[in-house]
C-alpha cells in the first residue's frame, strides 16, 4: 500500500474528502468551513470541489449547528459537522448528549442519528480560557455516543472514515497541537480504522502509560527518556475514549502491573478516574496507580508561563514515571504525584527548602492598600521573590499578582505570583507563612498591636537567598509610610 | 385544498375522547402520565389533513395527538403508546406520554426538553432539500418553546436556506404556569417572522377551517420552494398542562369557561349536520374505550431488551 507522510490536519481533510467523493450523502457543515476551510484549514479547498449544498458555511450558531446535523443524519444524510473550538461544545451539548446520543435507545433502533461532530481541543497555543479546553470527560461519560481522539495522522484519517461511516453519533476530538506538529505516514485511499481498540503505540513491560492526543506524545517522549534509563514502559494509544478498549488496556496490565495515565483534561473526574478504577476492580495492578493531569484549575490563562506551569508535559510523566518503578509494595504513594486537593496536587515538588526572616515596622490597623503598594515596589527591587519555577526554569514576573490569604474562611485562591498572609486584628503577632507551591515568596503580616506590626517573608532557597530576601525586606519597609 | 368537515371531526372528537380517557387513567394510578390535547385539536387535525401523510415529515408539539390520527397512527398505537407497552410505535416503552415518534408515518422522535425538536425538524427538511424530493417538515412547538434561544437559530437558518418547513406556534398563552406576558414582550409572535424575512401568520386556531387553510398555503409555499413560514396559531388549553400539573393555581376558572365556549369541536360541530356529527361522536367514543381496553392488555415494556439499542451493536 502506498503511504505519503501527512501531518493530522491533513490527514483529516483527505479523510474529508474521500468520504465526499465515495458517498454523496457526506455533507459538512460548519463556521468558516466553506470560504476560510475551517479556522484549522480543516476543509480547506472542499466548497470548490464539492460545492455550497455539500460545505455549508453556516451561522454562528452552535446548538442549531447540533440538532440541524441531528435531523440531516435522521432523514439518511451522513453529516459531519465542525465545532471550531471544543470550548463551544457546551452549546451543542443537549444535542448530542441529550438528544443524538438518546436517539436509538429512546425510539427502540427506530431513529438513529449517523452523525460526526468534529472538534478541535486542547491547550498549548496561548488561547486562553476559551481556546484550551480538553472535553472529552463530559462526552466519555455518556452511552450512546463514541468518542474518538485519534493521536497520529494514520489514525486521523482511518478513525475519521470510520466515524462518518458509523451508525452511531460520534464526537471526533482533534487535538490542535497535532495538527501540524504530528506527522507520519498514512495510506493512500482506503484507509478504515473500525476496531474500536486501542493501539500500543510503543511495547514494554515495565510499566503501561496511557494517553491520548498530544499528550500521547509527551508520553512517547518520556518513554524514551525512561529507556535510557533502563525502564522500558509500554504505551498505549487510547484513542478510542467511548467506548474504552477495557480488554486493550487490562492485557497490557496484567504484563506491566504498573498504570500511569495522563490527560490533559482537568484531573478530578477525568477519564484517568475510569482507568484506573477499571484496572483496580480487575485486580492487575501490583502498585496504586498514578494520573498526571491538568491541576483543577479553573480554566487555562494565557500567559506563558501559567499555561506552561499547568499542561502536563513529558517531564512530569518522567517523574511520575520514576517514582511508579521505586514502588515495590501497595503502599500509599508520596512525593509529588501524591494526588491532592483542588490545585497544584500532581504537579509539584512539595518538600521545599524555606528560609524566613522578620521585620518590625510602624503600620496602622487599617494598612491592606499600604502593604499591596509596598510589595509592588520590593518585588520590582527584588524580582525573584516574584517569580515561578517552570520546567525550563525560574521564571521572573514584570507584574505582582498577589495570592491574597485573609484567614481561613478567605483563603488565598491559588494561580498567583506572590502570596500575602494577613488575618488582620484576630491574627497572631507573629507567624511564618509557606511559600505557594510554584512561587518563590510569601509575606505574613502579623496583628497590629499599639500600631506596630511585624513582616515575616518566607523564601524558596532555590530562587531566592539570604541578601536577596534582606534586601526586599528592606525594599518593603521604604515603601511603608513613616508614621 | 378543501377539508373534509366530517373527517376534520372526526379526527378532533376521537383526539377529544381519548384524550379524556388518557386524563382518568393517569388519575386513577392506571398509567404514568397524561398529557392534554383538549382545545388544541384544530391544530393538528387542521395541519395534519394537509400534510401528504406518509410522505411528509412531522416534528410535532406534543399536543398533537390529533394529527397523529390524521397523518395514520391508529388509537391502538397510540394508547400502546399512553401505556408504555412493549409494542408502543413511538418509544417501545422508554418514553412518556406524547413524545412522538414513528419512522413509518415521517414523524421526528419528540424529546422532553422543548422544543429541541425544531432545529431537528430544520434538519430532516434540509435534508430532503439535498436529496432532491418535495417532501414537507411540520414543525410544531408552544408558546413557551417559542421563547428558546435555538428557535431563532433555527428559523433563521432556515429561512436562509428557503427550507422547506413551517414553524407552528401553538400558541395556548400560557407555559405551563407562565402566562404570556411573562415570556414575550409583544404577543403578536408571527411578527416575528419579518426578522427572518418570511411570512408570518396569525390563525384563529379554534377554526379547523381556517387553521387547515393557513397549514396548506404554508405546505404549498414550503413545498414549492419558496421557504418556511411562521404560524402563530391561537388556542387554549382546557386541561392541566399535565397529570402533575394543578392549573387552579394559575388561572380562573371563570377564564377557562370562557375558552371554553369557543371550544373547536363545538365550532366546527356547527358546520355539519346533527345527526351525522352525533353518530361520529358516538363511535369516537367506542373506538376510544376499545384502544384503551386492547392496549391496557398487552404486555409491558420487558427487561430483557433494557440493555438494546444504546448502539447499533450492543457492546
Known amino acids: 500500500m502506498t503511504t505519503r507522510t501527512l501531518s ?39 466548497l470548490d470541489r464539492f460545492g455550497p449544498e455539500r460545505v455549508i458555511d453556516t451561522p454562528m450558531a452552535e446548538t442549531a449547528i447540533a440538532g440541524i446535523t441531528m435531523g440531516l443524519a435522521m432523514r ?32 427502540g433502533g427506530d431513529w438513529t442519528a449517523p452523525l460526526v461532530v468534529r472538534t478541535a481541543y486542547g491547550g498549548g497555543f496561548r488561547g486562553g480560557p476559551y481556546h484550551s479546553q480538553s472535553v472529552e470527560a463530559f462526552y466519555s461519560h455518556v452511552p450512546g455516543l463514541k468518542v474518538m481522539a485519534p493521536s497520529f495522522p494514520d ?3 482511518g478513525m475519521l472514515t470510520a466515524a462518518i461511516r458509523d451508525p452511531d453519533p460520534v464526537l471526533f476530538l482533534e487535538h490542535k497541537r497535532t495538527y501540524r506538529a504530528i506527522t507520519g505516514p498514512v495510506p493512500a485511499g482506503e484507509h478504515v480504522v473500525a476496531d474500536g481498540r486501542l493501539r500500543v503505540a510503543r511495547a514494554g513491560d515495565a510499566l503501561t502509560i496511557v494517553g491520548w492526543g498530544m499528550m500521547l506524545h509527551e508520553a512517547l517522549a518520556a518513554a524514551d527518556e525512561l529507556a535510557a534509563e533502563g525502564i522500558e514502559v509500554e504505551v498505549l494509544d487510547l484513542r478510542w475514549l467511548l467506548p474504552i478498549d477495557r480488554d486493550g488496556l487490562l492485557d497490557s496490565l496484567r504484563r506491566t502491573g504498573r498504570l500511569l495515565v495522563v490527560h490533559e483534561d482537568t484531573l478530578t473526574m477525568g477519564l484517568g478516574a475510569e482507568l484506573c478504577a477499571l484496572a483496580a476492580e480487575a485486580g492487575v495492578l501490583s502498585v496504586p496507580p498514578v494520573r498526571v493531569a491538568m491541576p483543577d484549575v479553573g480554566a487555562i490563562p494565557v500567559a506563558d508561563a501559567m499555561e506552561d506551569a499547568l499542561i502536563p508535559t513529558r517531564h512530569k510523566v518522567v517523574a511520575a514515571a520514576r517514582n511508579l518503578m521505586e514502588k515495590g509494595d501497595s503502599s500509599p504513594l508520596r512525593g509529588e504525584v501524591r494526588p491532592g486537593g483542588p490545585g497544584w496536587g500532581t504537579s509539584f515538588d512539595t518538600t521545599i527548602p524555606e528560609a524566613s526572616s522578620v521585620i518590625e515596622v510602624t503600620l496602622p490597623e487599617v494598612h491592606l492598600e499600604l502593604v499591596l503598594a509596598a510589595l509592588q515596589e520590593a518585588c520590582r527591587a527584588v524580582p525573584q521573590c516574584n517569580a515561578t519555577f517552570t520546567w525550563d526554569g525560574i521564571r521572573l514576573h514584570d507584574q505582582v499578582h498577589v495570592d491574597l490569604d485573609l484567614g481561613p474562611l478567605s483563603p488565598a485562591r491559588g494561580g498567583g505570583t506572590f502570596t500575602l498572609v494577613d ?39 532555590r530562587a531566592v537567598d539570604g541578601a536577596d530576601a534582606g534586601r526586599f525586606l528592606q525594599a518593603l519597609r521604604q515603601a511603608l509610610p513613616e508614621r | 385544498m378543501t377539508l373534509d368537515l366530517d373527517r376534520a371531526y372526526e379526527v378532533m372528537a376521537t383526539a377529544r375522547q381519548m384524550d379524556e380517557r388518557m386524563w382518568r387513567l393517569a388519575r386513577a394510578g392506571r398509567a404514568h402520565f397524561a398529557v392534554p390535547c383538549a382545545g388544541h385539536e384544530a391544530i393538528g387535525a387542521g395541519y395534519g389533513l394537509a400534510l401528504r401523510a406518509g410522505h411528509d415529515f412531522v416534528a410535532p408539539h406534543y399536543r398533537d395527538l390529533p394529527a397523529m390520527l390524521a ?69 410544531g412547538f408552544g408558546d413557551g418553546g417559542a421563547q428558546k434561544g435555538e428557535v431563532h437559530e433555527a428559523m433563521n437558518i432556515a429561512a436562509i436556506h428557503k427550507l422547506p418547513c413551517v414553524f407552528c406556534v401553538e400558541n395556548n398563552f400560557y407555559t405551563q404556569s407562565v402566562p404570556s406576558r411573562l415570556e414575550s414582550a409583544r404577543p403578536d409572535l408571527a411578527a416575528r417572522a419579518a426578522g427572518y424575512g418570511i411570512p408570518g401568520e396569525t390563525v384563529d386556531a379554534m377554526d379547523v377551517r381556517l387553521m387547515h387553510d393557513a397549514a396548506a398555503r404554508a405546505i404549498a409555499r414550503a413545498r414549492a420552494g419558496q421557504g418556511p413560514t411562521l404560524i402563530d396559531a391561537r388556542c387554549y388549553r382546557y386541561l392541566p398542562n399535565t397529570s402533575n400539573d394543578d392549573d387552579t393555581r394559575y388561572r380562573s376558572r371563570e377564564e377557562v369557561e370562557e375558552a371554553r365556549r369557543r371550544d373547536p369541536l363545538l365550532l366546527l360541530r356547527q358546520e355539519l349536520d346533527a345527526a351525522r356529527a352525533d353518530a361520529i361522536d358516538e363511535e369516537a367514543m367506542t373506538v376510544a374505550a376499545e384502544a384503551a381496553e386492547w392496549a391496557e392488555a398487552q404486555p409491558g415494556g420487558d427487561p430483557e431488551e433494557v440493555l438494546d439499542h444504546t448502539y447499533a451493536q450492543r457492546s
Open chain 1, 8 to 46: 493530522v490536519l491533513e490527514a483529516v481533510r483527505e479523510a474529508l474528502a474521500e468520504e465526499m467523493e465515495r458517498d454523496p450523502r457526506v455533507v459538512l457543515l460548519g463556521e468558516d468551513i466553506g470560504r476560510l476551510g475551517g479556522v484549522f484549514r480543516a476543509s480547506h479547498g472542499l
Open chain 1, 76 to 107: 439518511g444524510l451522513r453529516p459531519v459537522a465542525e465545532i471550531q473550538f471544543a470550548d463551544f461544545m457546551h452549546s451543542a451539548m443537549d444535542h448530542l448528549a441529550g438528544e443524538a446520543a438518546k436517539l436509538r435507545y429512546r425510539t
Open chain 1, 155 to 157: 489514525d486521523a484519517k
Open chain 1, 423 to 461: 488575618y488582620g486584628p484576630g491574627g497572631s503577632l507573629l507567624g511564618l507563612p509557606a511559600v505557594r507551591p510554584g512561587q518563590t515568596a510569601a509575606l505574613r503580616v502579623g496583628a497590629v498591636r499599639e500600631g506596630r506590626a511585624y513582616l515575616a517573608l518566607a523564601v524558596d532557597h
Open chain 2, 71 to 139: 397523518i395514520g397512527l391508529t388509537p391502538r398505537e397510540i394508547f400502546l403508546h399512553f401505556f408504555a407497552k412493549r409494542d408502543d410505535p413511538c418509544a417501545h416503552g422508554r418514553q412518556p406520554y406524547a413524545h412522538w415518534g414513528s419512522r413509518a408515518h415521517g414523524v421526528v422522535s419528540q424529546q422532553g426538553p422543548q422544543p429541541n425538536h425544531v432545529t431537528h425538524g430544520v434538519g430532516v427538511a434540509w435534508g430532503s432539500r439535498l436529496l432532491g424530493t418535495d417532501q414537507v417538515t411540520w414543525i
